[in-house]
């Protein structure tokens, strides 16, 4: 089904020519402008305020820009539709100099206005332009007071403290500068007609087939090398490897690792890695009994052999994992112990909170987890039924409940589940990125909220809040280290594993990097005949 619908897409492609459309295989041909980039699923919408799928996200980085991004190679912050900024009031207000001449993919003209337009409709709840948008990112940004046009290209934030994360936040795909006269004419229907001012433009959109995008001539930064770029959805890793291998695709991603490691050393192929700043866990609600009893988490931490099962479902390609906050990210809480695998703790904590409750063992729960692939779990299933195994064996019947990815995460935000497989990929590079976004209380809601877990310490809500507020890297630290121990002891989540970030790639394939944040940036990519 899968090859069907590629090679249709494929041969259909105006300017491309590929040999494994009609019979035989081999590499795209070398003169092509059009990149195909394979990958497990589609996307869900393409407004920035209506998601928070990484699928989604490597096709919004390519349509929209922000006011501020990182540096093509590094985690380095530095201008894109902003060309300068200065911080004044002691970091309460932020002044932005917009960019002159930059053109939307409508026509229309970016300015200071269009800047306001798209934050009252990130901020404002009864803004008469937000069309239904679920905005699962508000919490992020709502240190913003009000935002105003001080003149044609200069563009005023007043927060209502000084904040260490606002910049950050800036060059988050939530903040990107949508074409107000395009939101005004689409309305609900923005998702399946963007317009922003980034490299490429929507050119086609068959929904769970392909998504087409198109050269933007007339970018500020020039026009990309390429002419094309073609996403499509292959939700089987094996047959996304083929397609690589055949050369009827240019780059995929999130391939389990023992297939990455059977691709790594093939002529014409190249495995790029980076260190992941990403986490995979496993949520509890616990707004659903028994998980709102301690010992109930604390047994089905301690029912998982963490080390075994990236053994088994990563290929030993990870790294057990102990808090939110990755290792390679600063304010990881260094010296935070784990807690031992242990199967005969848990039962004997299962069996005390049977005492106490009145409750007959075996405890039964469903395990939600998503059918597609994630950068952070490669194989979603294989992962279910281990921990299903393992809660088995110490006294938790699991019932598995498999979801789309579009589904599962709506699901898991409107607490439909018990336990659910769920994990995070860096946004903006800093700690309160996975904390405040993941378990903060002000992310607990039914249509989108990113805490999973409705985990609602005022504690550490207190500390999150306090730590966005210092601009002290030190004191900083110290409040991450304090809200990670805070919820260690609690335990609304179990950490499982970070991994390193792989995909694999055509060698003609030139200009395109893994970048560090794990963006999928295209416009510097093209198509060569050349091998690295």
Not at 91 to 112: C, E, I, N, S, Y
Not at 286 to 298: A, G, Q, S, T
Not at 349 to 359: F, G, H, K, Q, S
Not at 397 to 412: A, G, I, M, S, T
Request: charged share 25%; aromatic share 8%.
């Amino acid at each position: 089904m899968y090859l069907r619908i590629f090679c249709g897409v494929l041969c259909g492609a105006a300017g491309l020519v590929l040999a494994g459309c009609g019979g035989s295989a081999g590499p795209p041909a070398t003169n092509s402008r059009t990149l195909i980039y394979s990958r497990g699923t589609d996307a869900d919408t393409l407004d920035p305020l209506d998601t928070s799928l990484g699928e989604t996200v490597a096709v919004l980085v390519n349509l929209y820009d922000t006011l501020v991004t990182y540096d093509d190679r590094t985690l380095d912050l530095v201008p894109s539709l902003a060309e300068s900024w200065e911080m004044g009031d002691e970091g309460r207000t932020w002044t932005f100099r917009l960019r002159p001449g930059v053109l939307f993919h409508d026509g229309t003209t970016l300015d200071a206005e269009a800047v306001v337009f798209n934050f009252r409709r990130l901020l404002e709840d009864d803004f008469p332009h937000g069309y239904g948008a679920q905005r699962p990112y508000l919490p992020n940004f709502e240190m913003i007071e009000s935002v105003e046009a001080v003149g044609p290209l200069e563009v005023r934030f007043r927060l209502k403290a000084p904040s260490a994360v606002f910049l950050n936040n800036l060059a988050m795909f939530p903040a990107s500068i949508v074409s107000p006269s395009a939101v005004r004419t689409h309305q609900e229907a923005l998702g399946v007609n963007p317009a922003g001012t980034g490299p490429f433009r929507l050119d086609a959109w068959e929904r769970d087939q392909r998504i087409v995008l198109r050269a933007f001539d007339d970018h500020w930064r020039g026009r990309p090398q390429l002419d094309r770029v073609i996403f499509i959805p292959v939700a089987e890793n094996s047959i996304r490897a083929q397609q690589l291998v055949r050369g009827e695709a240019h780059i995929t991603d999130n391939l389990p690792p023992a297939e990455l490691d059977a691709l790594e050393g093939q002529s014409g192929l190249v495995i790029q890695e980076q260190q992941g700043l990403n986490v995979g866990y496993l949520t509890m609600q616990m707004e659903r009994p028994p998980l709102d009893h301690l010992k109930v988490r604390l047994a089905i931490w301690h029912a998982i052999d963490k080390q075994r099962l990236i053994d088994v479902a990563y290929s030993g390609h990870g790294q057990t994992s102990v808090s939110l906050v990755p290792p390679a990210m600063w304010g990881h809480a260094e010296g935070l112990q784990d807690r031992q695998y242990d199967p005969q703790r848990s039962r004997e904590l299962l069996a005390e909170v049977a005492a106490e409750r009145n409750l007959t063992l075996p405890l039964r729960m469903n395990l939600f987890f998503m059918e597609q692939p994630r950068p952070y779990m490669q194989q979603p299933r294989q992962i279910a039924v281990f921990l299903r195994d393992a809660l088995q064996q110490v006294g938790i019947e699991v019932k598995l409940v498999p979801n789309d990815y579009r589904q599962h995460f709506q699901r898991l935000s409107a607490g439909e589940h018990d336990l659910g497989l769920a994990g995070w990929t860096t946004d903006n590079v800093d700690p309160d990125n996975f904390l405040f976004s993941l378990l903060d209380k002000s992310n607990i809601n039914d249509h989108g909220g990113n805490n999973l877990s409705r985990y609602a310490s005022e504690e550490v809500h207190q500390l999150l809040l306090e730590a966005q507020r210092e601009t002290d890297r030190g004191r900083r630290e110290q409040l991450y280290r304090q809200a990670q121990q805070r919820i260690f002891d609690d335990a609304p989540i179990v950490p499982l594993v970070h991994t390193d970030v792989r995909i694999a790639q055509r060698a003609e394939v030139q200009g395109y990097y893994l970048h560090p944040s794990s963006l999928v940036r295209l416009r510097q990519a093209s198509i060569g005949s050349g091998t690295r």
